[in-house]
């Protein structure tokens, strides 16, 4: 049986690259985002190499959005063996212009939205005893430039939810695992109208140990990692994919 994998925000940046890869590897697609033109667009680049695919347009904060995603995601692809949660904001403001309607809103997407469709996708996985959750967080959960209170609070809930998750659903036979990305450039994977070429000065690739900025495919595979076999021991985890950034020391 064909294995059905989940992806919020899977219409742009590392969310498309997931669904790309996912649906060349034989999983069917479903994805959930509020950008109709860039949703619609990927799934048609699914449907084009083959791939079976749909896509709600939706809001993760809302959990009649969530609800009826996974509704109709069950009735058209099957159960849900793999999800995603990739959906989040970012909009970086000083802290003392940050109102708490935009902090609250922050954390409505990126961190209520991980335990809506956690929650409603152990449901699914509940009944067939396995599954897979993977938590898109950040590097940014873990260090800090100005500006990004929300976001660091929303990524740093991320993977306090998801230890807690793994410990929860592990009797039930569903692993859950954080990835957090390091500085992704997501310029090429946006929707067409919106994707801009990226242009890295050797200053931004000599940051890296590995001597590039990180594209979006390199947190796509590690997902697919993540969501397969090979890794049926790991859960709890937060993988930590940047170019080696956080752990090089810089002295300005």
């Given at each position: 049986m064909t294995k059905v994998a989940a992806i919020t925000g899977g219409a742009q940046g590392i969310g498309r690259a997931c669904a790309m890869l996912f649906s060349r590897k034989g999983y069917r697609v479903a994805i959930l985002d509020p950008h109709r033109e860039a949703g619609f667009e990927v799934i048609r680049a699914i449907r084009q190499q083959g791939g079976d695919a749909l896509y709600i347009a939706g809001?993760?904060?809302?959990?009649a959005d969530v609800e009826k995603w996974f509704q109709v995601t069950e009735s058209e692809l099957g159960p849900v063996e793999v999800l995603i949660n990739n959906?989040?904001?970012?909009?970086?403001?000083?802290?003392?212009?940050?109102?708490?309607?935009?902090?609250?809103?922050?954390?409505?997407?990126?961190?209520?939205g991980t335990f809506l469709c956690s929650k409603r996708a152990a449901?699914?996985?509940?009944?067939?005893?396995?599954?897979?959750?993977?938590?898109?967080?950040?590097?940014?959960?873990?260090?800090?430039?100005?500006?990004?209170?929300a976001y660091a609070a929303s990524k740093g809930g991320i993977l306090a939810l998801t230890h807690a998750m793994a410990v929860s659903l592990g009797p039930y036979g569903i692993r859950v695992n954080a990835i957090s990305p390091g500085?992704?450039?997501?310029?090429?994977?946006?929707?067409?109208?919106?994707?801009?070429?990226?242009?890295?000065?050797?200053?931004d690739r000599l940051q890296h140990p590995v001597g590039r900025v990180g594209i979006p495919e390199d947190i796509a595979e590690a997902s697919l990692f993540?969501?397969?076999?090979?890794?049926?021991?790991i859960t709890?985890?937060?993988?930590?994919?940047?170019?080696g950034m956080t752990i090089k020391m810089i002295y300005v």
């Open positions: 809001d993760v904060a809302n959990e959906a989040g904001i970012s909009p970086f403001k000083p802290m003392f212009e940050l109102t708490a309607a935009e902090f609250d809103r922050v954390l409505s997407v990126n961190l209520r449901i699914s996985m509940r009944r067939t005893g396995k599954g897979s959750i993977i938590n898109i967080a950040s590097t940014r959960a873990l260090m800090s430039e100005p500006d990004g209170e500085w992704i450039e997501t310029g090429p994977w946006k929707y067409s109208k919106e994707a801009v070429m990226p242009v890295h000065s050797d200053a993540l969501a397969g076999e090979a890794s049926s021991f709890g985890q937060n993988l930590v994919i940047d170019g």
